[in-house]
């Protein structure tokens, strides 16, 4: 599993008829790749790293703060393409990502998790599947990739 984590000012997801759908202020953006056989253990250890991962800034100007101690919020968006192979060609080969019906099941238990790390009101999500407009406000800029044990 790997979680491409982004720091923000502000995310947003749009809808193909130009809607919101979610929106999220100072917090992170979280692109959520699952692979072929991951697990529930490595789901948790993922999710558990971004709930604490000290990314955000202290009075010294130092990373040393987690979500939870700026009361920040969390966006997380479904990103297949994370596993995106290019190593032949150049044409991507997805052969390493789970299969939707997979990953969309690992995407809802990740979503679960990171409610129930930070609170249900400071998570929220994109739509599986669906095209969507993601807009990024990177903070830093700021971006870590977390990945699962292997």
Known sequence: MRALVQRV???SVLIVEQKYYSEIKKGMVILLGV?????EEELNFVADKCSNLRIFEDENEKMNLSLKDINGEVLIISQFTLYG???KGNRPSF???ARPEVAEAMYEKFIARMKSN???????SGV??????????NDGPVTILVESKE
Request: glycine letters at 12%; hydrophobic letters at 40%.
């Open 128 to 137: 599986f599947g669906a095209m969507m407009m993601v807009k990024i406000f």
């Open 35 to 39: 692979k072929e056989g991951d697990t």
């Open 9 to 11: 000012t502000e995310g």
């Open 95 to 97: 052969t390493d990502a």
């Open 85 to 87: 192979d290019a190593k």
């Open 118 to 124: 930070l609170g249900n009101d400071k998570v929220k």
